[in-house]
C-alpha cells in the first residue's frame, strides 16, 4: 500500500505540475464528472476503480492505473489481467474516448508489458514520469 500511495503521489506531481487540479474522489460515468484539468484520487469509472482519473485538456480522459509487481508471475495479474479488463470497459463505456494508462513499479515481464500495450494500454515507469509529461503536453 505504502508503494502504491507513493505512486499515485508521484503522478499527481506530475500532473499539478502541468497545470492540472486536484478535486475530491468522485463516480465517473460521463465526461461531464470530470472537467477537463482536474484529476482527483481512487474512483469508480464506469464501475471500476481508478487509481487515478484525469480529465484531459483535449475532451478525454486518462484513466492511469498505478501498479506494483514483485514478480514476473504476479505482474500478469496485476497488469494483463486487472488493467486491460478495466480498459475493455472504460474502452465500451466512453466510446474509445479514454486512454488507459499504467504506472508501473517493480518486476514486470517484458513480454506481459508488450501484450498490455498492444490491448491499448500507456505504459510509464514509476523511476521516470518524464514520458507521462511528455503526453500530457501532447495531448493538450
Wanted: aromatic share 10%; net charge positive; hydrophobic share 40%.
Amino acid at each position: 500500500i505504502v508503494w502504491a500511495r507513493r505512486q499515485e503521489a508521484a503522478v499527481a506531481a506530475v500532473l499539478v505540475s502541468r497545470g492540472y487540479a486536484q478535486v475530491k474522489r468522485r463516480r465517473i460515468g460521463s465526461f461531464a464528472d470530470l472537467p477537463t484539468g482536474m484529476f482527483c484520487p481512487e474512483s469508480l469509472v464506469f464501475g471500476q476503480k481508478s487509481d487515478v482519473p484525469v480529465g484531459l485538456r483535449n475532451g478525454r480522459y486518462l484513466l492511469l492505473e498505478c501498479k506494483v509487481s514483485g514478480s514476473e508471475v504476479n505482474s500478469f495479474k496485476r497488469l494483463n489481467h486487472e488493467t486491460v479488463n478495466k480498459r475493455d470497459t472504460w474502452e465500451r463505456g466512453f466510446a474509445a474516448q479514454a486512454y488507459t494508462g499504467a504506472v508501473l513499479g517493480g518486476v514486470f515481464r517484458p513480454s506481459n508489458v508488450l501484450a498490455a500495450q498492444e490491448r491499448g494500454v500507456y505504459i510509464f515507469w514509476e523511476h521516470d514520469l518524464a514520458p507521462l509529461g511528455a503526453f500530457l503536453d501532447e495531448v493538450g
